[in-house]
Every structure is written in C-alpha cells, then in structure tokens.
C-alpha cells in the first residue's frame, strides 16, 4: 500500500501498486476500485457527496465496488438521501462509536469525523448539522449533566438505533424461498431472480450453494445474511413456510408470494398477509420489483 489522495474526496488515503485497477482504502469513502484511464471523478461537491456515499452504501452490503467512467457518472445522477434518512444514518454510525451506554461525544470530534461524513451524505461539518439537530429534536441525543460541547445516546436513541440494526441488514442478498421442482425453473429465472436484481438486490436460493452440513443450518445461515425473504407458496412446500416464520422471529422483511392458480391453498395462518398473486413469471418481474422497493427500499446495487 502507497499514500495516495483519494480521487472522490481528496483525502488522504491508501492504495494498492497495481497502475491498471487500484484499490482504495479512504477514511471518508471507505474502499473501492476505479480504472485511472476510465475514470470520471467529482466535477463537484454534490458528486463527492454522492459516490463517497454509496461506496459506504456498497461497503455495507460486504460489497467493494469498482469504478468505470459509466459507473460513475450514473451514480452522480442519484438523488441525495433525505434528512431523516441521513440522521438515521447518523445515529447508527454513533452507535457503533460507543464505548458504553452512557458514553459521551464530543460534537466537535464527530463533526470532524470522515467517515461520519461519508456515510450520512454529508459535504461537510456544517452540511452535518441538519441530521444532528433532527436527532436532538427527535431527543435521540442530549446532553445529561455532560461537559459543555458534549452529547451522549438518550435511551430512546439506543433503542431507536437497535432497531434500526435489527431491521435493516446491511447486506444485499435477498434471500428467496420456493418450490425447487422442474415446472418452477421459469419463474425463478424469469421472475424472482430478475426482480430482485431491478431493486438493487442479489437473489439468492439455498440451492445455489454448495455445502458440507445440515441444509438447515445453512438455510438460517443465509437467511440472516439477507436483507429480506421472498417466500413463494406456490406448490405449498413444507419448507418455505419454515423459512418464512424463520425470517419472521428475526424481524426480517417478509414480501409472501403465490401462483394465482394455487392462492386458494395457502393455510389459514397465513391468509391475511398481503400476498402478491401472479400468473406467469414474467408479471413478478415488476410487480415484485416494486414491492421489494416499498417495503425495504432500493438495494445498493440500484443505479
């Protein structure tokens, strides 16, 4: 690794020696890769803002991203996540900073903070300001017999950021369970993979892994690795109705799915979930897209 000036942000960071693709290792941008000689970088601070974000964005879903010119200049065309959005992204990043529930922060260091910046779209320590504010507005922070200058995690704001955590994985893997049979081959290919990756996501199906072990144990494996569930109970296999109440006990997002030929089978339990019906695989392709992006939101695969 070498010194090197980010080419997002200009700070200073590492890089690898390869001359042709090198990686990057920034303290605000996190890590990415980007090709030299095919690359368009920030014209402003708005696309600083922009690419420094999503790379965190790609990051968390344990993705390492590598920059083209077309990448890039489609990922400054992104809208700027909006203020609640951004001060939710704030209070996660406090949570991981502290020491103790009752630690204390100092707004200076946090305002300073690169990679604070980089994760909540932020230009700035002034640009910062707004998402803070929202957190003590909403009494996410305080400061409680603390030293001038300081702020500290409210109760509220601990259990406001454990949610957070516990609902929103960052991962990009949306985990899908349905029939394996023959007759089911089209609508993965032709619905359920293909909508899952217009939202941003990466399908995946327990079938798709090679595996030593108990097929259990590697489905709940996947299943907490995921950002959400899509279970299928077209041919009402035993099996997807475990993995959807699996999901469920771990408050994942759950989108329940189901040939309209086979909707009138579905067992009693479940029936009052909004459960999206479909015909031929090809309707789940923007049907399930769409719902994917309304309950979760887009993926960070999504340009």
């Known amino acids: 690794m070498k010194g ?3 080419p997002i942000c200009a700070t200073a960071a590492q890089s690898t020696d390869d001359p042709i693709v090198p990686g990057i290792v920034c303290p605000r941008c996190g890590e990415f890769r980007y090709e030299p000689n095919d690359w368009s970088g920030p014209k402003t601070v708005w696309d600083k803002v922009r690419l420094s974000g ?3 964005d790609q990051n968390d879903a344990d993705a390492t991203p590598h920059f083209t010119r077309e990448l890039a200049n489609r990922i400054k065309t992104k809208p700027i996540p909006g203020l609640k959005d951004r001060s939710s992204r704030l209070l996660k990043y406090l949570a991981t900073k502290k020491t103790r529930p009752t630690a204390f922060f100092m707004h200076e260091e946090v305002s300073k903070d690169r990679e604070m910046l980089g994760r909540t779209y932020s230009a700035d320590a002034e640009d910062a300001l707004p998402p803070m504010m929202l957190l003590r507005e909403e009494k996410f922070i305080g400061n409680e017999d603390g030293a001038p200058g300081s702020f500290q995690l409210s109760i509220a704001g601990i259990l406001e950021a454990e949610q957070l955590a516990s ?14 049979s023959e007759s089911m081959k089209p609508a993965w290919a032709h619905g359920f993979a293909p909508a899952i990756r217009a939202a941003g996501f990466r399908p995946f199906r327990i079938d798709a892994k090679d595996y030593t072990g108990g097929i259990s144990d590697e489905i709940m494996t996947e299943i907490r690795r995921s950002r959400f569930v899509v279970a299928d109970y077209t041919e009402q296999k035993h099996g997807v109705y475990f993995e959807a109440g699996f999901a469920m006990g771990l408050a994942l997002p759950l989108v329940p799915t189901c040939r309209a030929d086979d909707i009138s089978k579905l067992h009693f339990d479940i029936r009052h979930l909004n ?7 090809e309707d789940l392709v923007d049907a399930l897209s769409k719902r994917i ?3 979760i939101g887009a993926g960070p695969d999504i340009i």
């Open 4 to 6: 090197i000036s980010c």
């Open 54 to 56: 999503w790379v965190r």
């Open 167 to 180: 609902t929103f994985s960052p991962h990009a893997q949306g985990f899908v369970a349905m029939s394996f």
């Open 275 to 281: 459960t999206l019906t479909w015909k031929k695989p």
């Open 293 to 295: 992006m309304a309950v």
